[in-house]
């Protein structure tokens, strides 16, 4: 005897749809104390309701992205400090990564933005937040190249024949270095 053939049993089930029948002539009646009121009215102020509320969630989050570049300039500034003044691998690798997150960030902002494109939120603010803190964050990188004397300044660096800029000022342990 094959597998569901000969004795299975055939179920069948008679649904009732309880929108076709009005109120008054259901079997069920209604629980004490609930009032039936317009399913319309209801509805639409459910809908604007949550409509309101995914607006105002929206608004919320993009200027929460707006406001995260902040954290990481706070992080790559102490970075920064932590690596020193002086040119080497470490402090180098710090610097350009501190270059390239807000250029990549910069490049993205449409892509960062896009989840709170809505006709009622206005991500203008909070865009040019973002790219402030941003370019805030390029200006550190390039204060730190220019702390490491990678940023050509002088005219030397650019000439070859040019002598190179005299130190002004000079700083030994207690020595004099004349």
Do not use: C
């Amino acid at each position: 005897m094959e597998k569901g053939k000969g004795l299975a049993r055939r179920w069948a089930v008679e649904l009732h749809d309880a929108s076709s029948s009005s109120s008054s002539h259901s079997s069920i009646p209604d629980p004490p104390g609930f009032t039936r009121s317009a399913p319309d009215a209801d509805d639409a102020a459910g809908v604007r309701q949550r409509k309101d509320s995914e607006t105002a969630w929206k608004a919320q989050k993009a200027w929460e992205v707006a406001q995260a570049p902040f954290k990481n300039l706070m992080m790559m500034g102490f970075m920064m400090w932590m690596a020193g003044s002086t040119v080497h691998l470490f402090s180098i690798g710090i610097t350009f990564s501190a270059l390239w997150q807000p250029i990549s960030a910069l490049r993205s902002v449409g892509k960062v933005f896009e989840p709170f494109k809505d006709p009622r939120v206005d991500t203008l603010a909070p865009k040019l937040v973002f790219i402030a803190l941003n370019l805030a964050a390029m200006g550190l990188g390039v204060w730190k190249l220019n702390t490491l004397g990678l940023l050509p300044t002088n005219a030397s660096d650019w000439v070859f024949s040019l002598a190179p800029a005299r130190e002004v000022e000079y700083a030994g342990g207690g020595i004099p270095l004349h």
